[in-house]
């Protein structure tokens, strides 16, 4: 079966840096986009970076120099890189799969790690 998991999330100070990790198994990982979503309380959950297969990045706006997603295919695993963290940035982080198909889009989710910024 598929799976996603998270890790590296935590408690940092503003103005730090964590590194999530989200390690995939269970499916072709080079031929999925990998994403990184984030919900905090009371807020729909939102966009904060993707990579296609052939490595195209997009991030948030809310993130754009702050944030670096990445991925290894080698090691069935995608990254994202957290610099200057605010605590605004608190939330939990959702890595996310997905890959077009003829027959449908397969789309996987992560259990979510949580991250918070705080002094």
């Known amino acids: 079966q598929v799976q996603l998991v998270e890790s590296g999330g935590g408690l940092v100070q503003p103005g730090g840096s964590l590194r999530l990790s989200c390690a995939a198994s269970?499916?072709?990982?080079?031929?999925?986009?990998m994403g990184w979503y984030r919900q905090a309380p009371g807020k729909e959950r939102e966009l904060v970076a993707r990579?296609?297969?052939?490595?195209?990045?997009n991030y948030a706006d809310s993130v754009k120099g702050r944030f670096t997603i990445s991925r290894d295919n080698a090691k069935n695993t995608a990254y994202l890189q957290m610099n200057s963290l605010k605590p605004e940035d608190t939330a939990i982080y959702y890595c996310?799969?997905?890959?077009?198909?003829?027959?449908?889009?397969?789309?996987?989710w992560g259990q979510g790690t949580q991250v918070t910024v705080s002094s």
């Open positions: 269970g499916m072709f990982f080079s031929s999925h986009a």
């Open positions: 990579i296609t297969s052939g490595g195209t990045t």
């Open positions: 996310n799969a997905d890959r077009p198909t003829p027959w449908g889009r397969n789309e996987y």
